[in-house]
């Protein structure tokens, strides 16, 4: 009698993130270096610099409107996937038309291409780092891959400009835009092989709740709606967003610093210095977990990047200087971890994604403004515009811990990770709270 055949072991699903890792930083090394680029290229062209001004400005605005939009359509859809690698392709096609069209083309036409290719902007800044979710399971497995994700946002910021400066100082600022445009292309190659495999957990739509489909307006509201009504997700916002309005003006400021002590052109070396802090700091949270929880861990970063640079505006010396620079990016890494694993943890499964998009729109908004204040006040002294940037860094780390004590009457009903602010039932297990 022939022996029963026992069923072969199935073998288990391949990671993904590496090639979502990879297609991260190609996608975010392009978004980091734009503004050097556009900057650069209008100067070469026309001679002046307010022409890439104005077509910064059009990349930033349509984040804050589109972040919702992106969030809604990428979750609806049948294949979440073919949302991302068409944003990816916008973004890609856009860098690559205005590098063709600054300083060119009639202002109108430059502008509405820099407007379309920054309504794609979420899914870059922030609608990536939802995908995490869906590629990692739930645990210290996830909460590693938060950290590589944030440290290879970072690492996007370090290398976005260095690249940039090279390329246009060897060859051109038209030359360093186009090959921007290459690189956001190489994110949608190594996109669309991770998305040929499938992801290992199932696509994005199995992670959502099995309510009955509703409207995208129905769909909007309900982002929002966890946006406000989850006090973990609103208190980090609020926190990050204030924080954001006086990073966004730091690289004006360190170029107004350095020229201050006398050491013209070495504000580029202060945020470089800041920026691989921050990429030390997050990389060190992917190999160890500090017994913090993740709130916590945000306002001590938030803290901790406030009394770097507060410290900083009041020391004379270039080289202390750089090195408070450095720990404040140091600092600022931890952040951004935090605020990822906080979106992921406490966002409603169906609105995850808009909650990422959301999230780092209005941080962009923030540091928009922030860039704009700063302009304002440059004739201020070097130093007490630092000193309200730090300012803006511990005001974050107070309205985020005054925000998580205070309990709102709209508030959901329960504080575990991905509370459903629209009372909806939500589908599989609440996962238990990080200590």
Known sequence: MPRPRTPAAVPAPRSRLPLYLATAFCA???????????????????????QGAFVLTAW?????????????????MRRPRLCYLGALSGFAAAVVTLSLLIARAPAPVTLAVAVAGGACGPVVSGGLSGLIAVLVPAGPRQDRAYALDAAVYNAASVAGPVVVGVTAAVASPGAAMLLLGAVAAGAVAAGAVAAA??????????????????????????????????????????????????????????????????????????????????????????????????????????????????????????????????????????????????RAAYAPPRARTQIFTLGAGLKITAAACGAAAVGAGAALPPPLLLLAIAAAQ?????????????????????????????????????????P
């Not at 503004?35 to 070469?44: I, M, N, T």
């Open 394 to 434: 511990l005001g974050g780390a107070l309205l985020h811990t005054l925000v998580r004590r205070h309990q709102h009457p709209g508030d959901a009903h329960t504080e575990t990770p991905g509370a459903d602010p629209t009372k909806e039932a939500v589908s599989g297990p609440v996962p238990a709270e990080r």
């Open 28 to 50: 975010r090394l392009a978004e980091e270096g734009m503004a050097v680029a556009v900057a650069l290229l209008a100067l070469q062209r026309a001679g002046d610099a307010a």
């Open 197 to 342: 495999g499938g992801l290992p957990y199932g696509d994005a739509r199995q992670h959502t709740d099995a309510r009955p489909a509703t409207g995208l307006r129905a769909d909007l509201a309900a982002g929002l709606a966890a946006l406000w009504r989850v006090r973990e997700l609103r208190a980090i916002t609020a926190g990050t967003c204030l924080a954001f309005l006086g990073i966004g003006g730091l690289t004006t400021t360190a170029v107004l610093l350095a020229a201050y002590h006398g050491r013209p052109g070495a504000g580029g070396a202060l945020m470089t210095a800041f920026a691989v802090g921050a990429f030390a700091g997050s990389l060190a949270l992917a190999r160890w977990r500090p017994p913090l929880s993740d709130p916590r861990l945000a306002t001590l970063s938030l803290c901790g990047t406030g009394l770097a640079l507060a410290t900083a505006a009041l020391v004379p010396s270039p080289a202390v200087c750089a090195a408070l620079f450095a720990l404040a990016g140091a600092c600022d890494g931890p952040l951004l971890t935090a605020t990822f694993r906080i």
């Open 60 to 76: 930033m605005a349509p984040h804050v409107v589109a972040a919702p939009l992106v969030g809604a359509l990428a979750t609806r």
